[in-house]
T-cell receptor, first 112, second 111 residues
Framework: SQTIHQWPATLVQPVGSPLSLECTVEGTSNPNLYWYRQAAGRGLQLLFYSVGIGQISSEVPQNLSASRPQDRQFILSSKKLLLSDSGFYLC???????????FGQGTRLTVV | SQQGEEDPQALSIQEGENATMNCSYKTSINNLQWYRQNSGRGLVHLILIRSNEREKHSGRLRVTLDTSKKSSSLLITASRAADTASYFCATGSYNNNDMRFGAGTRLTVKP
């Protein structure tokens, strides 16, 4: 069966520090991969999605970047965090936009 | 940017009552999906309805889709306290692989 792993669950980082959040998927190949951010009590904002290795689509210009070095690995990064980067980050995978998506448990990022 | 807009933003009902949530979207879609999120957790897929379908059932869930009005509704019948969560709609398009969510409806079911 397919599983998705996202870590860490919580993270507290100072302003200006780098960020690396990792997401891996098991049990499937060539998945679509997504990074979302959710502000407290709000909906999900699509940040990046990827349909293959090295293929990244960015939805919102910001100081975050994403990479897909392997088929089932999706990484969200920042060189210098801002206070406004605080939020709940969710990774998800699907077989395509015409099927359901499966979500990781999320990372609560607090930038202080 | 978000695609769907759910309403109401918050809904509070008594156990046993039915809960109806609505979702509107802006562009052409291939399918529309509903997800549930418990506080501080990831989202769980509930049901998917394709653009050529008008109604779909799954247990106590009933979803309708009106592509002419670009809207969908999720009905939860005989609600339970355990149904307390946030509910989101998401749209999948024909042309690309993005999947966009609305702002969600926060449902509270009082025992």
């Amino acid at each position: 069966s397919q599983t998705i792993h996202q870590w860490p669950a919580t993270l507290v980082q100072p302003v200006g520090s780098p960020l690396s959040l990792e997401c891996t998927v098991e049990g499937t190949s060539n998945p679509n991969l997504y990074w979302y951010r959710q502000a407290a009590g709000r909906g999900l904002q699509l940040l990046f999605y990827s349909v293959g290795i090295g293929q990244i689509s960015s939805e919102v210009p910001q100081n975050l970047s994403a990479s897909r070095p392997q088929d089932r690995q999706f990484i969200l990064s920042s060189k210098k965090l801002l206070l406004s980067d605080s939020g709940f980050y969710l990774c998800a995978w699907s077989s395509g936009s015409r099927t359901e998506a499966f979500f990781g448990q999320g990372t609560r990022l607090t930038v202080v | 940017s978000q695609q769907g807009e759910e309403d109401p933003q918050a809904l509070s009902i008594q156990e046993g009552e039915n809960a109806t949530m609505n979702c509107s979207y802006k562009t052409s879609i291939n399918n529309l999906q509903w997800y549930r999120q418990n506080s501080g957790r990831g989202l769980v897929h509930l049901i998917l309805i394709r653009s050529n379908e008008r109604e779909k059932h799954s247990g106590r869930l009933r979803v309708t889709l009106d592509t002419s009005k670009k809207s969908s509704s999720l009905l939860i019948t005989a609600s339970r306290a355990a149904d307390t969560a946030s509910y989101f709609c998401a749209t999948g398009s024909y042309n690309n692989n993005d999947m966009r969510f609305g702002a969600g409806t926060r449902l509270t079911v009082k025992p």
